[in-house]
């Protein structure tokens, strides 16, 4: 259980375009995902808390315009990369909390297994 | 505000010998700690985590973390390496304040020579 899936796996586009990338709770519901990215041999970096029915919250330094977060549904929330530049190139990792276990902070997140975006 | 870093961007060790990485968290609040394993081109997954109930935790893939307070460490052990041990590791401590997101450390690469 608690399988958590991204498509697409990888993605490559040329400068300028948009890119949505999907997250999906495939056997929980999720009220609350979140976002990451990550760069080579680096840690992750969370970019956004995504609620479902609600606004995300954006970290610091982060371009919500940039990096449009969709929570429309309990199972699902999509990232979208406008205007995509190559400096945009990046892992990007969704991870999301067991509606059913409550949004107690020690409660597991389960993560994606990422999508590469490569902008050309 | 709350933090965690890891000591050693890398760690090697021979097979069979014994795995530490290590974590020092900051924390005002009595911390929640994890630690995830993250395979090359893959997502995270959970190898263990403390919540206040025992120090001593044991994780998936005979992993074990014990956390001492006195020294704000959640140092994570593993008596044997194995090849299939090679992978990079993260710790996290859960933001009390925040809704619960996770902090990482920096990472620590582990290598197993054969």
């Known amino acids: 259980g608690a399988v958590v899936s991204q498509h697409p796996s990888r993605v490559i586009c040329k400068s300028g375009t948009s890119v949505k990338i999907e997250c999906r709770s495939l056997d929980f519901q999720a009220t609350t995902m979140f976002w990451y990215r990550q760069f080579p041999k680096k840690s992750l970096m969370l970019m956004a808390t995504s609620n479902e029915g609600s606004k995300a919250t954006y970290e610091q330094g982060v371009e919500k315009d940039k990096f449009l977060i969709n929570h429309a549904s309990l199972t699902l929330s999509t990232l979208t990369v406008t205007s995509a530049h190559p400096e945009d190139s990046s892992f990007y990792i969704c991870?999301?909390?067991?509606?059913?276990?409550?949004?107690?902070?020690?409660?597991?997140?389960?993560f994606g297994p990422g999508t590469r975006l490569t902008v050309l | 505000a709350q933090s965690v870093t890891q000591l050693g961007s890398h760690v090697s060790v021979s097979e069979g010998a014994l795995v530490l990485l290590r974590c020092n968290y900051s924390?005002?609040?009595?911390?929640?700690l994890f630690w995830y394993v993250q395979y090359p081109n893959q997502g995270l997954q959970l190898l263990l985590k403390y919540t206040s109930a025992a120090t001593l935790v044991k994780g998936i893939n005979g992993f074990e973390a014990e956390f001492k307070k006195s020294e704000t460490s959640f140092h994570l052990t593993k008596p044997s390496a194995h090849m299939s041990d090679a992978a990079e590791y993260f710790c996290?401590?859960?933001?009390?304040?925040?809704?619960?997101?996770?902090?990482f450390g920096q990472g620590t690469e582990l290598s197993v020579k054969p």
């Open positions: 924390s005002s609040v009595p911390p929640y």
């Open positions: 996290a401590v859960s933001d009390h304040n925040q809704g619960g997101k996770l902090i």
């Open positions: 991870s999301a909390r067991d509606r059913l276990a409550g949004g107690l902070p020690y409660n597991e997140q389960f």
